[in-house]
Antibody, heavy 120, light 106 residues
Framework: QVQLQQSGPGLAKPSQTLSLTCAIS??????????WNWIRQSPSRGLEWLGR?????????DYTVSVKSRVTINPDTSKNQFSLQLNSVTPEDTAVYYCARSSSGWFDAWGQGTLVTVSS | DIQMTQSPSSLSASVGDRVTITCRASHSISRSLGWYQQKPGKAPKLLIY???SLQSGVPSRFSGSGSGTDFTLTISSLQPEDFATYYC?????????FGEGTKVEI
């Protein structure tokens, strides 16, 4: 049974970088039939998919347009985990951030969530 | 992006009631629709995928139907543990998008 464990700071300053990590157990980040995603949730935006990384003979990434210029999702095969970096954050990026596995587009396993507050 | 619209945004019901939640997509998404349940302070949980397929371990009182742009989640007999917020999500195209949620309250 796959489990996702998130880690990272709960506070980021405006204009700085938000960084979170999602450690995978019970599956492999290199599994070529699933994707590894970051999703956030806030009262103003609801549930918002940010992007994913997945492996099919090589690594691919796919991001939502609203954050595409600021976001990077990277796999780390040596530690069997993946990460989120969101640059130039503003208070509008305050949200609960989730990592999730997707299979055929369905999010069937989720991390516990991390509340990230952007404030000076 | 495909917009997902749920109705109602909230509803009040009693244990044993039959509850129906609808979700409408801004474009046809075939049967690429999933339903999630979220309880306060927890991550969403996948209930239904591909419009009507029950995720492993989910009670059979949950069912889904629909195709194209109109979809329905039905709880046949509401149980105390079902009071939560429910979201639909399309997997037809990227970016994946979610509905705004329907809160089921006592």
């Amino acid at each position: 049974q796959v489990q996702l464990q998130q880690s990272g700071p709960g506070l980021a300053k405006p204009s700085q970088t938000l960084s979170l990590t999602c450690a995978i157990s019970g599956d492999s980040v290199s599994n070529n039939i699933v994707a590894w995603n970051w999703i956030r949730q806030s009262p103003s935006r609801g549930l918002e998919w940010l992007g994913r990384t997945y492996y099919k003979s090589k690594w691919y990434n796919d991001y939502t347009v609203s954050v595409k210029s600021r976001v990077t999702i990277n796999p780390d095969t040596s530690k069997n985990q993946f990460s989120l970096q969101l640059n130039s954050v503003t208070p509008e990026d305050t949200a609960v951030y989730y990592c999730a596995r997707s299979s055929s587009g369905w999010f069937d396993a989720w991390g516990q969530g991390t509340l990230v507050t952007v404030s000076s | 992006d495909i917009q997902m619209t749920q109705s109602p945004s909230s509803l009040s019901a009693s244990v044993g009631d039959r509850v129906t939640i609808t979700c409408r997509a801004s474009h046809s998404i075939s049967r690429s629709l999933g339903w999630y349940q979220q309880k306060p302070g927890k991550a969403p949980k996948l209930l239904i995928y591909a419009a009507s397929s029950l995720q492993s371990g989910v009670p059979s009182r949950f069912s889904g139907s629909g195709s194209g742009t109109d979809f329905t989640l039905t709880i046949s007999s509401l149980q105390p543990e079902d009071f939560a917020t429910y979201y639909c999500q399309q997997s037809y195209t990227s970016p994946r998008t979610f509905g705004e949620g329907t809160k089921v309250e006592i």
